[in-house]
């Protein structure tokens, strides 16, 4: 199977949402293919009671990374560059990469007594999502934003 690849003229499609709520009340209220119209009418709800949004979401931004045969991982890294790995099964709402404090605890995962890094990434394999990871935790080191 030969990968779609896109061509660097082709335009990205969006789809513009509007949105209410937040957390369990969060629902859609519409969804549009022209940003013109769904502006228009997000201006329309003004003054209502309810907090909308317009947000806007490429569709089959997925659809590059399967079609390279890149797989969703969720990699947990310590300052050392120690780390676990496994693959991802919420690809849908990936975190790029989280630097989470001594005691605090992320989504699902447990309660940790040293500082670390979680990144959902896009990768190859096991490895190739490691050294993306690495590569950040280095920087985050260098620039000082990870201190000891």
């Known amino acids: 199977m030969t990968p779609r690849v896109r061509k660097a003229t082709e335009e990205m499609t969006n789809i513009y949402v ?5 957390y ?7 969804v549009y293919d022209d940003l013109e119209i769904a502006q228009k009418i997000e201006n329309s ?3 209502a009671r309810d907090n909308y949004r317009l947000e806007s979401y490429e569709l089959n931004q997925l659809q590059d990374k399967w ?3 890149r797989k969703p991982f969720e990699v947990e890294m310590v300052r050392s560059g120690d780390s676990k790995v ?3 099964e919420d690809f849908t709402n990936m975190v790029e990469l989280v630097l989470v404090d001594p005691g605090k605890q992320v989504f699902s995962n447990p309660v940790d007594t040293e500082k670390y890094l ?3 990434v896009w990768a190859k394999d096991e490895q190739h999502a490691v050294k993306i990871v690495n590569e950040k935790r280095s920087l985050l ?3 000082g934003e990870w201190d000891e």
């Open 18 to 22: 509007i949105t209410s709520g937040d």
């Open 24 to 30: 369990s009340d969060y629902r859609i209220i519409g």
């Open 45 to 47: 709800m003004e003054g």
């Open 67 to 69: 079609d390279s045969g």
């Open 86 to 88: 496994r693959i991802s």
């Open 118 to 120: 979680i990144g959902d």
């Open 141 to 143: 080191i260098a620039s």
